[in-house]
Structure formats: C-alpha cells, structure tokens
C-alpha cells in the first residue's frame, strides 16, 4: 500500500461521526467535518453548526423565498431600492397557495395597503415583475387594473372582505405605502 488510497488529512478529533455532518470542509489547519445548513445555504464548520435551523427572525419563509414587510411608507421606485439595498427586490407572487401564505403574514403584521413589485411602466397592460420573475399569475380586483389613479403602473395589494383575503390594484407610481421585499435568502437585517 503506497498511501494514496486511503489519504486523509483529518484535523484532530474530525470526523466527528455524530450523525449530522454530511460533508468535509478543507480548512489551512487539514479537514474538518461539516454539515450542509439548508437554512442559510452553507456549509458551516461542525463546532459552529449550532443553532442554524432556527427559523428567519427577519422575514416569513414561504416556499423556498422569504418575503419582508416593512411599514414606512415609499414610492414604488424607493420601495424597489430599499429591498435591494437588503439584497430582494419587491415581492413577486406565483400562485395562490404562495398568495394565501403572505397574506397571512400581512395580516399578522398590520398593514392594510401594501406595495409589491408588479409595474406595467415599460409597456402599458404588460405587467411585469420587478425581481424578473415570470408573470404567471394574477389576482386583481374586479374592475383592475384601471390605469389610475396617477400613471397606475404600480401594484398594491389590498384588503377583500374580513377573512385576510387580498387583491390587486394598480395605482400611482409615486403613492407612498408599506411595501413587500422578498429575499431568495433570510435577510441580515431586521425588517418589521
Ligand atoms: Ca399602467
Ligand atoms: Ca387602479
């Protein structure tokens, strides 16, 4: 045996074995086990793994998204910067099952209009979403859009009756409101 089948660099009492580690790192000191977080996708050394299922305390996680609300009230264009600045854009939604899901979180949050990230500003009726997302799904209020008040190339949705049942309205570009981030990751900051 020449050594090479069975290298290994194990850094001083790895692996460790405990069931949970699922994969190697390569650190400068040799290799360390480790395990995948799915929480905040990445894997984190063994001795620093604790504590990274807990559930995002800056956002809801909805599907494989996090959506955060944030009630001082912007412009469509500084809503759209605020949630990029914390790494989002505003919200897309895709399905009703999603819809339901953060309605639910707005209306356990407060806010009773709230901006999210559909605009029909490049082309009038063509509505799309600020995150690039497909626009595959839609849920606007009877009589929606309407294309006002103000240029109506923004998307607000807004209370429909007292279930926490919602619809869409579009509505002025520059009307502040309350506005929906969504993040493909939890986001560092503290949002509400
Ligand atoms: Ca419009
Ligand atoms: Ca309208």
């Not at 994969?23 to 040799?30: E, K, P, R, T, Y």
């Not at 894997?43 to 604790?50: G, M, R, T």
Request: aromatic residues 8%; proline residues 4%; charged residues 25%.
């Amino acid at each position: 045996m020449d050594g090479t089948d069975n290298f290994a660099d194990w850094k001083n009492s790895y692996p460790k074995g405990n069931g949970d580690d699922n994969a190697a790192l390569i650190s400068s000191h040799g290799w360390t086990s480790a395990k995948i977080s799915k929480k905040n996708r990445f894997i984190c050394e063994a001795d620093s793994c604790e504590g990274n299922e807990e559930p995002c305390v800056n956002a809801e996680e909805i599907g494989d998204r996090f959506f955060g609300l944030i009630r001082e009230k912007r412009s469509f264009d500084a809503a759209e910067g605020a949630c990029q600045a914390l790494g989002g854009h505003l919200a897309s939604i895709h399905s009703k099952s999603e819809e339901n899901a953060i309605n639910k979180y707005i209306k356990e949050n407060g806010p009773t209009d709230v901006l999210i990230g559909g605009t029909d500003r490049a082309s009038e009726g063509n509505w799309q979403w600020s995150d690039g997302t497909a626009f595959d799904y839609e849920n606007w209020k009877s009589g929606e859009p309407n294309h006002q008040p103000g240029d109506g190339d923004a998307m607000m949705t807004v209370k429909s009756g007292g279930s926490g049942n919602r619809v869409w309205r579009d509505r002025s570009t520059d009307a502040p409101a309350a506005f929906l981030c969504v993040f493909d990751t939890c986001p560092p900051s503290t949002l509400i």
